[in-house]
T-cell receptor, first 111, second 114 residues
């Protein structure tokens, strides 16, 4: 079975740092992906964590702790264009290739 | 490279009508997916395919059928549309069987059932 939890909304100001958390329960866990979706648009891949620790890609970083079944996406130097929905998606052994997404966190960046 | 293309992009149906959404990818991807997205519900997996000629149920398969007769195409059918199927439908594809395999999404098909 699988369960996922993300906050539904987060608000932050331009230039700030924001963290979006994701807790999961996934059988045979492999790793955790993150996707970004701007309003009305197609989701796009941001990052994948297969190992514990921090993965950094520019202003975005993603963290994974397998022992805590927990991950987060860290966005630094927030810009207005970062206003979007962010989805975590755990991968599990035996899922046969399917990818289940969390309900998403809507990030609003204010001036 | 077109990536993942969905047709049609918009459609209005009456209750009970049938229709097919077409997803085409030109990246030679093995895996293809159909998701629906409703306000506050995130992306929910309807059906998916791990290769030509195969399909499997996702989280919310009822009321939908799919076919993957060609590797590049994944069709989603609604046999008798209901207002509850009003949604935005996203198709996605992935090449890698590895867990890190990135999904590439189409731009979405907006369906309204009256």
């Amino acid at each position: 079975g699988q369960s996922l939890e993300q906050p539904s909304e987060v608000t932050a100001v331009e230039g700030a740092i924001v963290q979006i958390n994701c807790t999961y329960q996934t059988s045979g866990f492999y790793g955790l992906s993150w996707y970004q979706q701007h309003d009305g648009g197609a989701p796009t891949f941001l990052s994948y964590n297969g190992l514990d620790g921090l993965e950094e890609t520019g202003r975005f970083s993603s963290f994974l702790s397998r022992s805590d079944s927990y991950g987060y996406l860290l966005l630094q130097e927030l810009q207005m264009k970062d206003s979007a929905s962010y989805f975590c998606a755990p991968r599990g052994r035996g899922q046969g290739g399917k990818l289940i997404f969390g309900q998403g966190t809507e990030l609003s960046v204010k001036p | 490279n077109a990536g993942v293309t969905q047709t049609p992009k918009f459609r209005v149906l009456k209750t009970g009508q049938s229709m097919t959404l077409l997803c085409a990818q030109d990246m030679n991807h093995e895996y293809m997916y159909w998701y629906r997205q409703d306000p506050g519900m995130g992306l929910r997996l309807i059906h998916y395919s791990v290769g030509e000629g195969t399909t499997a149920k996702g989280e919310v398969p009822d009321g939908y059928n799919v076919s993957r007769l060609k590797k590049q195409n994944f069709l989603l059918g609604l046999e008798s549309a209901a207002p509850s199927q009003t949604s935005v439908y996203f198709c996605a594809s992935s090449y890698s069987r590895e867990p890190s395999g990135e999904l590439f999404f189409g731009e979405g098909s907006r369906l309204t059932v009256l």
